[in-house]
T-cell receptor, first 116, second 118 residues
Framework: NAGVMQNPRHLVRRRGQEARLRCSPVKGHSHVYWYRQLPEEGLKFMVYLQKENIIDESGMPKERFSAEFPKEGPSILRIQQVVRGDSAAYFC??????????????FGQGTRLTVV | AQKITQTQPGMFVQEKEAVTLDCTYDTSDQSYGLFWYKQPSSGEMIFLIYQGSYDEQNATEGRYSLNFQKARKSANLVISASQLGDSAMYFCAMRGFFMDTGRRALTFGSGTRLQVQP
């Protein structure tokens, strides 16, 4: 019973390159969330997706960042033209279908992005 | 909008003693859930305990209990009989519900770093 799988665990990119972060949710989960964590800080919400739909992207920077959760395959967080300030840990979480506020979010191990 | 405030950046506790980590929240949602997560130095997020806004009793999970005071909008985590392995960052989080699209994503506080001393 696999949990949320994120890959890669560590990613190094040069300034100006693209970063693609992948998240495979728990089997049967249709809700995916992406968070960013800077060192010694809490998790900042970025985007909330259901299959093929973006539900809430209020935490996403307006430029260079995009996310998708296709009908088949993992969710992808894409950062174009990375800058040093994008260096952070990016966490993905998933929840099962339904609207209960008591639904736990299961987190992946995170992807540590370093921009050099 | 949802907001979580954790006012203790760091806490120390002696092994085997109890410790309370503070969390206050603000929301206009009628229905919401409160969560605590632990993040050890290895970085993963570990779910500890959940409290629903309509739950009349405080939640407990082993050595963890949640002191929920709805009128004060506080949801403090109590760890009894602290162990060295409890040293970690602890995050309080909440999830509400809004009419247009249902439940929200989790909103996290800034965290409290707990260090358990032998």
């Amino acid at each position: 019973n696999a949990g949320v799988m994120q890959n890669p665990r560590h990613l190094v990119r040069r300034r100006g390159q693209e970063a693609r972060l992948r998240c495979s949710p728990v089997k049967g989960h249709s809700h995916v969330y992406w968070y960013r964590q800077l060192p010694e800080e809490g998790l900042k919400f970025m985007v909330y997706l259901q299959k093929e739909n973006i539900i809430d992207e209020s935490g996403m920077p307006k430029e260079r960042f995009s996310a998708e959760f296709p009908k088949e395959g993992p969710s992808i967080l894409r950062i174009q033209q990375v800058v040093r300030g994008d260096s952070a840990a990016y966490f993905c979480a998933s929840s099962p279908p339904g609207q209960g506020v008591n639904t736990e979010a299961f987190f992946g191990q995170g992807t540590r992005l370093t921009v050099v | 909008a949802q907001k979580i405030t954790q006012t203790q950046p760091g806490m120390f506790v002696q092994e085997k003693e109890a410790v309370t980590l503070d969390c206050t929240y603000d929301t206009s949602d009628q229905s919401y859930g409160l969560f605590w997560y632990k993040q050890p130095s290895s970085g993963e997020m570990i779910f500890l305990i959940y409290q629903g806004s309509y739950d009349e009793q405080n939640a407990t999970e082993g050595r963890y209990s949640l002191n929920f005071q709805k009128a004060r909008k506080s949801a403090n985590l109590v760890i009894s009989a602290s162990q060295l392995g409890d040293s970690a960052m602890y995050f309080c989080a909440m999830r509400g519900f809004f009419m247009d699209t249902g439940r929200r994503a989790l909103t996290f506080g800034s965290g409290t770093r707990l260090q358990v001393q032998p």
